[in-house]
């Protein structure tokens, strides 16, 4: 211990202090960078420094995965072992690379050179199988594993029509390409409530999971009473098998900061945060040039384009946990805490971050604002059906001739997207549909042609949820699906209600147990009394969507469950 | 200001601004409870408390959701009593409930099969005993939070104990796991006051169970001011 020169810390954290609590996740990450983990002197001199009591440091140390009180290897490597690379051999790889550095997954190898984890999804599914070596993605790996690109991953887009991702796919677009925000130009000329009243004109729903309608978010934002307000970009993407806002902000980030500037000039809030996964960090120096490029062009900051109206962004990173994509959680996360969930009401529109009017929103729902906002809300509305308007992204991976994101017109048939992306791999026959995420449900080859729009896929049971599609071929052994959603909920449960923190661990158990085949008496209704359970009882988003998709697969496929 | 509202179909008026906890009780309706005490914030995170209310998308805590006009309320619909029964199955195959005397009450009235879960990883934890006032045993714990609490915000601005781990594997723990006296702990006792479980308990009463008699915990010197010989 006495070993830890604390000299660096203090610099590395000064410019956190004046932030107090909320610079906690951020001189934590500063620590890491210096050390590659946090050791008790470390984690004293930062609770001495911004304040934070030492029991509290250490709470927020554990919570996250991303962080270490013992050592760590000099590299990271961290193997995705969630559904879509497990399909592409991700158990394989993991072995390989174990194997290589000769250690146990989690182990560091006895020089203090490498260490290796499995990880949940890394948000590469399209790529998968897929890794995180340090700061770079490791995609496109051979099937000897021997080949393979270390850096940024390349986006893959396609789809009938390019609105959301008309700048993607070609690496990221500045912002002399993107244009000096124009659409935020046009809003800065009307009054905030003429911006609220056009999105709610629009049609507009949250593209996060939850479809809530964001002009409504936005004017309960506006109305709420004070002069201090936020509008935060939700970019935790966590839930398997999604990786769009990864693609969004890669190749067009000021969309995004556009979108956030808007929504700030709406409700009246002077700043904003953009809260991105800790799994993402190859996106960092992107964001931060692009944020950089909006400052100087006075898109951002005091005064913007002589409007009066001032707004700017912080960039925030998370540290591994998935439950930090629930808006609460994700404030409690940003005032440096756990990321717990709050109890809902009050709702952020009234007490959000630091108990402020709060706006949060997801990249993509922010990425459909500057249109919405340059060609006004008809013109928006001719795109999709009357109750879906507009374009959505899908996230389309696992068995499938060519994943990657798609963008699509609501109203189009899942038949028809997975034609856009070569139908089923190997000439194989559809098994089924993992829809929505590890929190959605599964889809069968019967449901190919329910309209994909929010009414017509409430009706076949089907949740919209994070827009992923994750397919799987007659050969695979759904059972082995199903284990893993289950230690993925399992994984990032974050423990504060008991029906999500001990369900997902029961759920784990059995699922576990029936993909070793010893099914014992009783484990469906005991999975459904769980799974029931969590849905009805739990306090957040994610307990009450841990037992989606394994609900779904025990109406499907009743005898995978009985002894 | 009153308010009239429907509870299991028994028309009540209530004072505005109460939760439905404090409606249901007042009006002899049992409402189980595990983490909710009256002196710490309500964080309605055991969800024993889970209610249904007419119109609402999923269950709701008592603890916390204020009573309104013309809600209809259910106590014991077939949702609220799955959801409880399951939660304490759970419970009695996550963790040693012997000195719990309240939850074991409830598992007796809601029937829980205690085996429901045959194969379920506990959670099992050595006994801390390290300081002179009391003894801390996490295997008896569940996670009511009410001790952090106590500690924290909601009495004794000590903030010596957080947690560690997340989801399942969460335990109550101090900074960086040092034993008490090293901590910020001041040896109030609240935390061993709020207790439901008897995971943490007086290190006397600890002792006793022990086989000890207070004779010999006296020469211990437990907990007891030191005096110079006169």
Redesign the interface.
Known sequence: MSDIDLAPLIPAISSYIPMGRSGLLPALHAAQKIYGWIS?PV??QISRSLNV???????VI??YSLFY?EPIGKKVIRVCTDQACALKGADGLLRHICGHYDIQTGQTTRDGAVTVEASPCLGLCELAPAALVDADAETNISSDFHHYDLGRPKSIVGGSIRLLTASCGNGTTSLGQYGKYPALARALGKKPEEIVNEIKASGLVGRGGAAFPTGIKWEGAAKAPGTEKYVICNADESEPGTFKDRILLLDDPHRTLEGMAIAAYAIGASQGYLYIRGEYPYILPVLETALNEAREANMLGENILGSGFSFDIELRVGAG?YICGEETALFESIEGK?GFPR?KPPFPTTHGLFGKPTVINNVETLGNVPLIIAQGSVEYRKIGTEKSPGAKLFCVSGDVSKPGLYEVPFGVTLRELLAMAGGVAREKKLESVLFGGAAGAFATPDQLDVKMTFEDLRAAGLPLGSGVVMVFDETRDMRDVLKRLGHFF??????????C??????QM??LD?ISQGKV?TGDLI?LQ??G??M?????CGLG?TAASAVLSAIKLWPGMFNA | MTITLTIDGQEITAEQGKTLLDVARENGKDVPTICFHEATTANGLCRMCVVEVEGMRVLQPACIVEAANNMKVQTRSEKVIRARKTILEMLASTMDLSEAAEVQTMMSEYGVDINRFPDAERREVQVKDDNPMYVRDYSKCLLCWRCVQVCADDAQYTYAINFEGRGYETQIGTFFDKAIPETTCVLCGQCVGVCPTGALKPKREFLLEQGMSPQEISVLNTGRKRRRDR
């Open positions: 008790e984690a004293a009591p030492l029991a509290d440091v250490h709470g554990e919570f009180n946990a756990r109890v399992a994984h990032e449960s974050c423990g504060k209600c008991y029906p923190q001990m369900g997902t661990q029961r158990e059995i147990r014992i005991r009394d769980v029931w359970t849905t009805d009882a739990s306090l009450q």
